[in-house]
Antibody, heavy 119, light 107 residues
Framework: QLQLQESGPGLVKPSETLSLTCSLS??????????WAWIRQPPGKGLEWIGA???????FYNPSLKSRVTISGDTSKKRFSLKLSSVTAADTAMYYC???????????WGQGVLVTVSS | ETVMTQSPATLSVSPGEGATLSCRAS??????LAWYQQKPGQAPRLLIY???TRATGVPARFSGSESGTEFTLTISSLQSEDFAVYYC?????????FGQGTTVEIK
């Protein structure tokens, strides 16, 4: 059974870089037809797709965040990561990692990690 | 970018009654539409994909349909565990986009 778990600092200072890791158990990011995605949700608000990495290593980003986002993967260590630079209070959110199966959608999610941007 | 618009924002329903949630895409998304359920303090859960296919383990009281760029999630008889926020999402083109959500609350 695939499980995903986010990890990283819960507090980041303005202008710094937010770094999160999603660790997999029961699966690998090298699986074909799968995308590995990051989604965020500001407190009390809706879901925003940040970006995704394909099993081949190709990446896709939300244009609204593209200049600040990097998603990378480590197939050997069964994890993928998110870096978001130059953060502001508007980046305060619950950050989720998830698997997207082609043609199906985001079928497995991590529990999420709350990241607060504050000095 | 494909904009997804959900309505209504809030739906008040009595247990046992049915509920109909709508989602409109700003352009064709070729049935690449998913519905998710989110309860407080939890990650979203995939309910429907391909506009009308129930995900594994989803009760039959949940059904999805489509007509062009209009998509509907129907809950036939609401149970206590169904009161939650529901999101639609298109995955036809980058960036994937979500609707703003519909809250189904107890009347």
């Amino acid at each position: 059974q695939l499980q995903l778990q986010e990890s990283g600092p819960g507090l980041v200072k303005p202008s710094e870089t937010l770094s999160l890791t999603c660790s997999l158990s029961g699966g690998s990011i090298g699986s074909t037809s799968d995308y590995w995605a990051w989604i965020r949700q500001p407190p009390g608000k809706g879901l925003e797709w940040i970006g995704a990495i394909f099993y081949s290593g190709s990446t896709f980003y939300n244009p609204s965040l593209k200049s600040r986002v990097t998603i990378s993967g480590d197939t050997s260590k069964k994890r993928f990561s998110l870096k978001l630079s130059s953060v502001t209070a508007a980046d305060t959110a619950m950050y989720y990692c998830a698997r997207h199966v082609y043609g199906i959608g985001l079928d497995h999610w991590g529990q999420g990690v709350l990241v607060t941007v504050s000095s | 970018e494909t904009v997804m618009t959900q309505s209504p924002a809030t739906l008040s329903v009595s247990p046992g009654e049915g509920a109909t949630l709508s989602c409109r895409a700003s352009q064709s998304i070729n049935s690449y539409l998913a519905w998710y359920q989110q309860k407080p303090g939890q990650a979203p859960r995939l309910l429907i994909y391909g506009a009308s296919t129930r995900a594994t383990g989803v009760p039959a009281r949940f059904s999805g349909s489509e007509s062009g760029t209009e998509f509907t999630l129907t809950i036939s008889s609401l149970q206590s565990e169904d009161f939650a926020v529901y999101y639609c999402q298109q995955y036809n083109e980058w960036p994937w986009t979500f609707g703003q959500g519909t809250t189904v609350e107890i009347k």
